[in-house]
């Protein structure tokens, strides 16, 4: 017949052990969603971040040929079909706000890109060179240097929207330090469960052995 106090021990350690096994399933089904998380978050940083910051400077670098082409209205050039340029340029602008729109904007890049998209499509369309130049007259400064200001209000907006990739790219790691620092403390966990599941199955296993020897 076995022994009343092994047979305790050996309950008592069942319990332990089913208790502990409980513990590492969800210390696992808990680390399976942190590696979500990360994925998740660092997916976020690129296709949110990275990829918006080379659409903020491919928007810059037609927002800068426009600005020139505005700018050097005088110097010996064929204007003849300057303004179908900067239509274009225009053109590949708006065609890379559509695509910045189809992230995940905050409420703040969502102001900058709306008042910027309006600076494209309402302040800048030109229609006549004659507006900026000719050749009785030479250069309308007046309205260059409008254009010269909507175009540099339009680079604030790109620099706002860039400042925010870095913050919230910044956020978006410290989230993910966050959730590495956990995981690390939850593995340190598991190590204590293994180690007190090992001495549980000492009291189940061995114990008998040395109390009847």
Same mark, same amino acid.
């Given at each position: 017949?076995?022994?009343?106090?092994?047979?305790?021990?050996?309950?008592?350690?069942?319990?332990?052990?089913?208790?502990?096994?409980?513990?590492?399933?969800g210390k696992n089904l808990?680390?399976?969603?942190?590696?979500?998380?990360?994925?998740?978050?660092?997916?976020?940083?690129? *296709?949110?971040?990275?990829?918006?910051?080379?659409?903020?400077?491919?928007? #810059?670098?037609?927002?800068?040929?426009?600005?020139?082409?505005?700018?050097?209205?005088?110097?010996?050039?064929?204007?003849?079909?300057?303004?179908?340029?900067?239509?274009?340029?225009?053109?590949?602008?708006?065609?890379?706000?559509?695509?910045?729109?189809?992230?995940?904007?905050?409420? +703040?890049?969502?102001?900058?890109?709306?008042?910027?998209?309006?600076?494209?499509?309402?302040?800048?369309?030109?229609?006549?060179? *004659?507006?900026?130049?000719?050749? #009785? @007259?030479?250069?309308?400064?007046?309205?260059?240097?409008?254009?010269?200001?909507?175009? @540099?209000?339009? +680079? +604030?907006?790109?620099?706002?929207?860039?400042?925010?990739?870095?913050?919230?790219?910044?956020?978006?790691?410290?989230?993910?330090?966050?959730i590495i620092n956990r #995981?690390?403390?939850?593995? +340190?966990f598991e190590v204590a469960?293994?180690?007190?599941?090992?001495?549980?199955?000492?009291?189940?296993?061995?114990?008998?052995?040395?109390?009847? @020897?």
């Amino acid at each position: 017949m076995q022994n009343p106090a092994f047979r305790k021990r050996k309950i008592s350690a069942l319990i332990i052990i089913g208790t502990l096994m409980l513990l590492m399933y969800g210390k696992n089904l808990t680390e399976r969603q942190a590696f979500k998380n990360i994925s998740s978050t660092f997916a976020e940083v690129y *296709n949110d971040r990275l990829v918006v910051e080379g659409y903020i400077f491919k928007i #810059s670098e037609n927002l800068f040929k426009i600005q020139k082409l505005v700018d050097h209205c005088n110097i010996n050039y064929d204007y003849s079909k300057v303004v179908t340029e900067i239509a274009q340029h225009e053109k590949n602008i708006i065609a890379i706000v559509n695509d910045f729109e189809e992230t995940n904007l905050t409420e +703040q890049e969502s102001v900058y890109l709306t008042d910027f998209r309006a600076i494209i499509e309402n302040d800048l369309q030109i229609k006549n060179y *004659n507006l900026l130049y000719s050749d #009785s @007259s030479g250069v309308n400064k007046k309205q260059v240097q409008l254009y010269d200001q909507k175009i @540099s209000t339009a +680079q +604030q907006d790109l620099d706002n929207l860039s400042k925010i990739q870095m913050e919230e790219g910044e956020k978006l790691i410290n989230k993910a330090n966050i959730i590495i620092n956990r #995981s690390q403390i939850w593995s +340190q966990f598991e190590v204590a469960l293994l180690i007190i599941l090992g001495i549980a199955l000492y009291l189940l296993l061995f114990r008998k052995k040395f109390t009847y @020897s």
